[in-house]
């Protein structure tokens, strides 16, 4: 007599993934419960069960967002001791990312909630507050950096923060909407040459 098969044990971090890269193409308004059952393979009672709602799933795939870029282009960023260096590698991180053949071609925190409808604003603000903590890590960087006589006088640390992190998503947006790898390449050109007329030395 054949024994049955023990069932699928159920990996969470599987589901997530799963519904991240749902919510990183479509966006949270875009993505629909349907399109989430189907991603993940799991039946309605059991996603809801496992998860609750749409709204509990995209909180969810958030945090599991951000170490992507946090142990992605920020650790670069934090890590690389020159400033000019440090800053080139933080937008190659940002390329390979809005380039990938293995993810959506965007940032999630960028353009997943840029317009949600009244009754879900709390994603937006809570996706507002990360560009935020985003662009106070290069503000902090640069300070560094002026720190360490690597910036010229005239650099303003939170001026160049702005500066970046706007180019980035700026990056991120145009990705999305399908610009070439080549293109992307020659903004984040561009934007270096920026950092480097504010540079005392590339090797201090």
């Known amino acids: 007599m054949a024994v049955a098969g023990r069932p699928r044990t159920f990996n969470k971090d599987e589901a997530l993934t799963k519904a991240m890269y749902v919510f990183w193409e479509k966006g949270y308004e875009g993505t ?3 399109d989430l059952i189907n991603a993940i393979g ?8 496992a998860f609750g709602n749409k709204d ?3 909180k969810e795939v958030v945090s599991n967002y951000m170490p992507i870029v946090v142990n992605g282009q920020l650790k670069v960023l934090n890590t690389t001791p020159n400033i000019a260096l440090a800053v080139e590698g933080a937008l190659q ?37 990360l560009r935020i903590a985003y662009k106070q890590v290069w503000v902090d960087r640069f300070i560094k950096a002026k720190h360490d006589n690597q910036l010229s006088e005239a650099a303003d640390p939170t001026i160049l923060a702005e500066y970046f992190t706007t ?17 992307l390449e020659e903004t984040a050109k561009l934007g270096l040459k920026c950092m480097y007329g504010y540079c005392r030395s590339l090797t201090s």
């Not at 039946?43 to 809801?48: M, N, Q, R």
């Not at 998503?169 to 070439?180: E, F, N, P, R």
Request: hydrophobic residues 35%; aromatic residues 4%; negative net charge.
């Open 167 to 183: 180019l980035i998503q700026g990056m991120a947006l145009k990705a999305k909407d399908g610009a070439s790898k080549q293109s």
């Open 42 to 49: 799991m039946k309605a009672p059991s996603l809801y069960a």
């Open 93 to 129: 991180e940002c390329l390979k990312l809005f380039s990938s053949n293995e993810n959506p071609n965007t940032c999630l925190v960028i353009t997943s909630a840029i317009n949600t409808s009244p009754e879900h604003s709390e994603h937006g603000e809570h996706l507002k507050e």
């Open 32 to 34: 629909t419960m349907a």
């Open 56 to 58: 509990s799933i995209f």
